[in-house]
């Protein structure tokens, strides 16, 4: 097995990849919104799975309660992806999403697993793509969380490393943050790796 | 040859292929027993001609069936964040707390070319109910939770109270309220306690009886105001010339007995008692006057003066009254008086 983390050439090939994927998500958010959006990653890193609650509550900053969705996806290319959206930015894309004047929690769950649908479908999609592998998508799931409860919940288990993808969406004058979290064991990433070093 | 209708037929899945517009191509027999109509009512007609969408829900659906298209993958609708898509009445097929099927919707393109779509129902409701159950129950439990703890902490608080009073109660009973001394009750428990505990041990303790000199005269001349500041100074000069382990006790009127432990040789007692006499005769400003207390002590000595508690007291009062005859502000042990 190689180092988990990325070399910078490969580190390069990455974002590239997930430009790509995310200019078509971005064109869909913006028809879905009337708007221009502008999808970008200005971060991406790699970290062991252990890390990952750590890292969750590090991009959350000052957040108390934060959203986070769940998706796995399985077959030959298989994992997990989460996302981490914080009440001002869920609420935000929301409001865009669905012009109205009142949202509830519903309304907000709904729109983030719209939203996050979209990337994970693109992002995952072209992985696969690269990688000719063939994947399944399970039903996402939405939560709220506390941070201050971050022990009290279920740990994931089953894969070694994260990618983290910090993923910035401007639409208008809003610039909505979110984290995106991939999931995956070491053959996986193994597997990523070798084909990324291909390209 | 597999009839792959006979199975799509017979799954628990409402299976609909419609394009963006809209238009039905194909709904399984789960759609069209779901919703009480014939197949043939259903094929070639628009879906807004078989429910009524509130103007979210049909944006959600377009928006949802534009998300399959584009990415070529599934896009997903969620009862737990949404309830539901298509307004199925529960009532067609089963008795529920909510009026709508809940429907967990998985989109999935089926020809591109033609904006075709294959939407896939699975109904959640029963999932939702429980959830909703659970919830409930969660409420109910944070509820009688609250309540719990707000009852604890009210007991809590009755229970602090108590224990003062509890306190009080005893300290008013044990001890005096003048010099917060111990008082007589106080004074017999600490003596029994001391007797039966050198009675086996055959270790010796003194009682001192203590009597101010002249006091009715100060009473009578400054006042009893004065009387008591006089009792409550020579109570704060007996606790300081004795030792923590020693009782203090107000007996009455200007009477204080001290109990004085761990006594080896009859001559310590001399010790003590010319340190008590030295403690009291100390000045004392009071109201600006200089004033000048002496006391007399009688002493016994347990067990050789007397093994209970009359008998120490009345032999130390015995040589109390030898002290006051010999002139006042002197001490005399009681063998010593007899003699």
């Known amino acids: ?199 | 040859m597999i009839n792959c209708e006979k199975i799509i037929d017979s799954i628990n899945v409402g299976i609909v292929t419609m394009d963006a517009d809209l238009k039905i191509y194909y709904a399984n027999k789960w759609f069209t027993v779901h919703n009480d109509i014939d197949a043939e009512q259903v094929i070639g007609k628009n879906i807004l001609d078989l429910f009524e969408f509130s103007p979210e829900r049909l944006k959600s659906l377009k928006r949802h069936i534009k998300a399959a298209l584009t990415l070529k993958g599934p896009s997903f609708f969620t009862a737990d964040a949404n309830h539901y898509l298509f307004p199925m009445k529960n009532s067609t097929t089963t008795k529920s707390i909510f009026e709508f099927m809940q429907q967990d919707i998985t989109i999935i393109p089926y020809c591109v070319e033609e904006k075709q779509v294959t939407v896939l129902i699975y109904d959640q409701t029963s999932l939702m109910e429980e959830k909703a159950k659970c919830n409930k129950e969660s409420e109910e439990l944070a509820n009688a939770n609250r309540i719990a703890n707000a009852t604890i902490r009210k007991l809590e608080t009755a229970k602090n109270k108590l224990m003062k009073q509890k306190e009080i109660i005893y300290k008013q009973a044990h001890y005096d309220h003048l010099t917060s001394l111990a008082n007589r009750t106080l004074l017999t428990q600490r003596m029994q306690l001391l007797i039966e505990n050198n009675q086996s041990s055959g270790k010796k303790f003194g009682v001192l009886f203590l009597d101010l000199d002249n006091f009715k005269e100060i009473n009578d001349t400054l006042g009893h105001d004065v009387g008591d500041m006089i009792l409550i100074h020579v109570a704060k000069s007996l606790l300081l010339a004795t030792r923590k382990s020693d009782t203090v006790a107000r007996f009455g009127g200007d009477e204080f007995i001290i109990l004085v432990d761990d006594i080896e040789e009859e001559k310590n007692l001399n010790h003590i008692a010319t340190k008590l006499i030295q403690a009291i005769t100390q000045p004392i400003r009071i109201r600006n006057f200089d004033l000048h207390v002496t006391t007399s002590i009688g002493i016994s000595l347990f067990p050789n003066h007397g093994v209970d508690f009359n008998q120490l007291i009345k032999n130390a009062d015995l040589a109390l009254y030898v002290a006051k005859a010999e002139g006042r502000n002197t001490y005399k042990i009681h063998h010593q008086s007899n003699k």
Do not use: W
């Not at chain 1, 050439?9 to 919104?33: P, R, T």
């Not at chain 1, 077959?75 to 004047?101: I, M, P, T």
């Not at chain 1, 506390?146 to 610039?175: F, H, Q, R």
């Open chain 1, 1 to 199: 097995m190689t180092t988990p983390y990325f070399n910078p050439q490969q580190e390069d090939i990455l974002k590239e990849l997930i430009n790509v994927s995310f200019g078509l998500s971005a064109s869909l958010i913006g028809d879905m919104l009337d708007n221009h959006a502008k999808l970008h990653i200005p971060d991406i890193s790699n970290i062991a799975i252990h890390n990952l609650d750590d890292k969750i509550i590090e991009v959350l900053e000052e957040g108390y309660e934060f959203y986070l969705t769940k998706q796995r996806f399985l077959g030959s290319f298989n994992g997990e992806v989460l996302f981490v959206f914080n009440s001002y930015s869920a609420r935000a894309f929301c409001d865009l999403l669905l012009k109205q004047e009142m949202s509830d929690e519903g309304d907000i769950k709904s729109s983030i697993l719209e939203l996050t649908n979209i990337i994970t479908s693109a992002c995952i999609g072209k992985f696969c793509e690269i990688i000719h592998g063939e994947t399944i998508f399970k039903v996402p799931s939405i939560e709220k969380r506390e941070i201050s409860e971050m022990d009290k919940y279920d740990k994931i288990e089953g894969y070694d490393n994260v990618i983290v993808i910090k993923t910035a969406l401007d639409i208008e004058k809003e610039n909505i943050l979110g984290h995106m979290f991939i999931l995956l064991n070491n053959e996986m990433l193994d597997h990523l790796k070798h084909t990324i070093d291909k390209i």
